[in-house]
Structure formats: C-alpha cells, structure tokens
C-alpha cells in the first residue's frame, strides 16, 4: 500500500505541476537572469544610440540591492514614485515607473521602450519636456551607472491609474546615482567616449571595471511587501496541493474498503 500511495502522490503532483505551467504565467523575479540581461542590454543600447552624441556615457551594470528595493515598491502596487529611496552603499537613487493591464500584456523590452521613445518630446539644447519625458533622461543619465529592476503583478489592480479596478502589472526600475538634476543636460554632448579618459570605451560607453563591478551587501529594505504577498500562481499551488492529498488519501482508502486484499510492496 506505501508503493500505492507513493505512486499516486507522485502523479497527482507531477499533473498539478503539468497544469500550473500551462495555466499560470508567474512574471520574472529578481533573480531571473534573463530578466536582468534584458534590463542591462536595453538600458545600454538607449545609452549608446543617444543623439547628440555623448563625450561621456557610463557604462550600466545591474545592482541587487537597487532590484531588491524595486521590487520593495513595487509590491505596494501603487502608481507613484517611492519618497523614500535609500541604498546601503550609494549614495543617491532614481527611479522610473511602468504600470499596465492585464498582465499578460507585460514585454519587458516595451516597458523599457516607452521610457526610452519619450526622447521625442525632451529638447535636449533647450532642456525642456513637452511632455513626460523625466523617464528618458533617467535611463540616459551620464553618471548613472546602476540599475535594478522588478515586476509584479497585482491582482487587485494598481491604484492611481486607469485600470486600477482589474488585475495589473507593474514595473520598476532604480538606478543610481539618481539623474533627472533640475536645469542639467542629462549628458555632455560630443564626439563618443571622447571624454573617458582611462575608463574602456564600450559601444560608446565609459567602462570602468572597478567602478562597474558587483556590489556585495546583505541589505533588505524593512517591511518588503513582496516577500508577503501571494500572487495568483502562488495562491493556486496553496490551493491544489492540499486538495491533491486529500483526493490521494481518500482514493486509497476507497481503495483499501473496496478491495482489502490487494498489496503492494516495496523490497
């Protein structure tokens, strides 16, 4: 009867799994590689491709501590800057925001994009906005040289925006040191890399293998409200598990009233 039950464990969990990764669509962690390649490369390739040129351009690397405290934020599912932005180490912090519904329609590289295609409206000799346009300058900020990032979906929407009353998503990004300096062009216009001195000049970026390097830190923002919440991926594997033993056990027993005398043995 043990192998019985081991079997029908077995299976019951292996289809529940089978049917969570065809149903559910858990959005990235922190800690998803590919999610933070994708943040890196996208910030890099808006850096490098800026117009004007930049005479000097960091180089954007990703930071743990600046995801950690994105998805801190984020997990208020609140459509407003954080007032209170603070790393253990660096001494200012920025931030950009993206929120939509339903989750689904998450892309991480559009996200990005938005931020990036309000270029359109930033006059870059005037330094004026015509519109938002707060977030491009921030991912082309010059001394930024730091970004972390996180998504998380909310199921019961994301207060103070449109969408609010349904299932949404939102997407933070922090970076430091901060950028965004009332009357400052986000960069230095010029022939690229011009001004890197001893730092690599990398795809029009300023690379300084010291400066761009891991930081190490076992910092937690007090009170992360994403290591709380349960999202609806989670919520459905609390749910199917335990009604999952409750269908194995009984079936067994069941089993074992119907047909006392069959055995299973394990040698």
Known sequence: MAAVLYLSLHFVLLLSSFTLSKTGNPLPDITDQEFIDVCVKEHNQARSNVSPS??????????NDLAVLARKWA?????KH???????????????????????????????????DEVKDYDYNKIYCSKV??????????????VGCAVIECPSGVRETTFSHRAGVIFV?????AGNYV????YENGQSCSKCGEEKCVNNLC??????????????????????VCGVFCKTVLIIRP?????????????QRRCPNIFAYIN
């Open 173 to 177: 990004c922090n970076y430091a040191t």
């Open 54 to 63: 930049a005479s000097y351009m960091r180089y954007m690397t990703w930071d």
């Open 133 to 146: 346009c707060g977030h491009y300058t921030q991912v082309v900020w010059a001394r930024t040289y730091k």
């Open 243 to 255: 009604v999952s033993l409750l269908l194995i056990f009984g079936s067994v027993y069941f089993i």
């Open 75 to 79: 997990g208020n599912c609140l459509f």
């Open 207 to 228: 690379y300084d293998s010291t400066r761009d390097g891991s930081i190490r830190s076992n910092w937690t923002p007090d009170l992360d409200p994403a290591l709380y």
């Open 82 to 116: 954080n007032p209170h932005r603070a790393h253990p180490v660096l001494s200012s912090v920025g931030e950009n925001i993206w929120a939509g519904a339903p989750p689904s329609n998450f892309q991480l590289k559009s996200a990005i994009q938005s931020w990036v």
């Open 183 to 186: 009357d400052q062009k986000p």
